[in-house]
């Protein structure tokens, strides 16, 4: 493994230098650092996907980059995907389609003999071990970083563990079954939202089988039905945060799909986070202070979640909060732009030495993924008033 680990550094280095020198002479350094994530494989294309989430550590020119960047990689063939099939699986399937292909795993449609149709999910062959292999070289890397302060004060080794952790869940198709489970348990209280069902008995080692959810990509949909399925969306995301704690941290495009009827699908639960009770409750006690302007109280919670060193500023951490704060709530309700304003809170933390909390980091991660798409499709939405009712009912529980 160690030997591996040495090539790998090798290959990335070769690649980073050359993406290095190219970019001291273009004006397209984005379009660089995405060519170099593809090239250097399926692990950093996983890791710059989910970096490019993190708003709290990552500049947002970075992140508007890395959100560029996409899985463009071919199927495994039908035929050798079946190999890993379980016995059972095999012998009802009466038909096999590929239907999509990522980094990770690709998806096949099947069809069994009693007439259902399925969704497959197989985990690519040998990508547990490239995976090990990866996150091995970039845990050497975050730690080299860190110890000769490479990236200023940012903890990069918690950050890269974070991600790394991550991406493990991801070839974990047992907790992403299990994840989908539960979330489809959950968001039966949301009126409109629908997660496909798991079927437990032809799951096996890396393969995971759901029922298939005819019509996602059709682009059949009116404006109207974007708009209901989006809010519908919006509203699960709330149920989550707020009451359930079990936080779906990748609602992009690709995994949240509209309905002609407005219903809203959620599907691929790889990338989930389950809060503490008390992590969630102190979440929805910020959130409530925020839409009060409560600036003040909003810097206490951070401050009893946080992690404070002794070169901690916590009173100038209080009074950017304070004034992040009458800011936001100073604009109408069209005008609050939930990205800047996340931007800005993780930025006065890292200004006065706090590290953010995971509890408040996944939650709003969850929102800044979905806030595209209420941007574009309803620009209208009042965040505050959506949340309202989910924020007292995360307070009585």
Known sequence: MRAAVVLRAFEVLVVLAATGVRAAFSSRRADLLTDAVVRLGPTFLKVAQLLGTRVDVVPLGVCRALAHVYDDLPAVPVSEAQ???PARLRADLVGVTPAAAGSIACVYRGELRDGRHVAIKVRRPGIGRVVARDLALLGWMARLAESLRLLGGM????VVGEIADAVRQQLDFDAEAAALRELGANLVAVPGVRVPDVIGEYCGPGVLVMEHVPGLRDGAVSP????????????AVYQMIFLDGLVHCDLHPGNLYAMPDGS??????????????SGRRAFVEFFYRMTRGDGAACADVVLATAGVTER???EGFRTGMIRLVESATRDSIADFDLVPFTVRLFAIQREHGLAADPAFVFPILSLVVLEGTLREVCADVDFQTEALPFVLRGMMT
């Open 264 to 277: 809203a699908v959620i599907v691929d639960a790889g990338f989930c986070r389950r809060m503490t009770d």
């Open 224 to 235: 109207q039905a974007k708009r209901d399925a989006t809010i519908t969306a919006l509203r």
């Open 312 to 314: 901690s500023d916590p």
């Open 83 to 85: 190999q890993r099939f």
């Open 155 to 158: 903890p990069v080794v918690n």
